[in-house]
């Protein structure tokens, strides 16, 4: 019998919009017979336990989180020895639905360092109560929603699980 690989979804988020987003991923991940949970990027202290790693940060004003930016390169040496995936979350627009966005600088600098396999870029949310005075100001400018396609999301992470499994099949 073959062990169930463990995953582990790893964020940065300011305002929870990006935790929900990772919660759907492991969610979509257990849903395929993966192990998995999703966990705040700063609270993660070891990576050894899983066998594969999704890491995301929230987009804010062209800068990846930084608790996802230091997961990366706290892990730097242990990632590159698992498969490992990166999305952000960010466009206050549909356009990440319309198009691929390409990794903002830090997450671009995370993908090299530790080799992953891909990276997506989904939409953000903003909705009020959220802290930070720059979001307020969008708010105030009504420039906010949730422009999140959790059936995107749910799809990403479904092809995740099917090169995970394809692995795990293909050993001897």
């Known amino acids: 019998m073959t062990?169930?690989?463990n995953v582990l979804v790893a964020y940065g988020t300011k305002n929870g919009s990006t935790a929900e987003i990772a919660d759907v991923i492991a969610d979509a991940l257990r849903g395929a017979g993966l192990?998995?949970?999703a966990r705040p990027a700063g609270d993660v202290d070891e990576v050894a336990a899983y066998d594969a790693?999704?890491?995301g940060g929230a987009v804010y004003?062209?800068?990846w989180h930084r608790d996802a930016a230091r997961f990366a390169r706290r892990h730097r040496k242990a990632l590159a020895d698992r498969p490992v995936w990166l999305f952000s979350s960010g466009p206050l627009d549909p356009s990440a639905g319309e198009r691929d966005i390409p990794p903002v600088r830090g997450a671009a600098r995370a993908a090299t360092r530790i080799?992953?396999?891909e990276h997506i870029t989904f939409g953000g949310c903003l909705t009020?109560?959220?802290k930070g005075f720059v979001a307020r100001m969008i708010l105030k400018q009504g420039r906010g929603g949730d422009f999140r396609d959790m059936d995107r999301i749910r799809a990403w992470a479904g092809g995740i699980a099917k090169e995970i499994d394809a692995e795990r099949?293909?050993?001897p």
């Open 169 to 171: 099949t293909s050993r």
């Open 53 to 55: 790693v999704v890491l």
């Open 3 to 5: 062990r169930i690989p």
């Open 128 to 130: 009020e109560g959220a």
């Open 35 to 37: 192990r998995c949970e």
């Open 61 to 63: 004003a062209g800068r």
């Open 115 to 117: 080799d992953a396999r």
